[in-house]
């Protein structure tokens, strides 16, 4: 087996889902101790990481560029 191939989905995991999970908690927890900029640019990186963690499947399964 190819050994790149089995840690890919791993190093994908810790480059973008376990800091979109950190930046929605720093949202969440700075809803009532920060100013409102703050937690829209916390909120904003949550969601562009977890977009970017899923891409890769939208675009390999969902065949997004296909005519409707």
């Given at each position: 087996?190819?050994?790149?191939?089995l840690?890919?989905?791993?190093?994908?995991l810790?480059g973008?889902?376990?800091?979109?999970?950190?930046?929605?908690?720093?949202?969440?927890i700075?809803q009532?101790?920060r100013?409102?900029?703050y937690?829209?640019?916390?909120?904003?990186?949550?969601?562009?990481?977890?977009?970017a963690l899923i891409w890769?499947e939208?675009r390999?399964?969902g065949r997004?560029d296909?005519?409707?």
């Amino acid at each position: 087996t190819n050994s790149i191939a089995l840690l890919k989905p791993t190093v994908v995991l810790l480059g973008y889902g376990i800091p979109a999970i950190l930046a929605a908690i720093l949202a969440l927890i700075a809803q009532h101790s920060r100013p409102f900029a703050y937690r829209v640019v916390a909120a904003t990186t949550a969601v562009v990481l977890a977009i970017a963690l899923i891409w890769p499947e939208i675009r390999k399964y969902g065949r997004l560029d296909a005519p409707v």
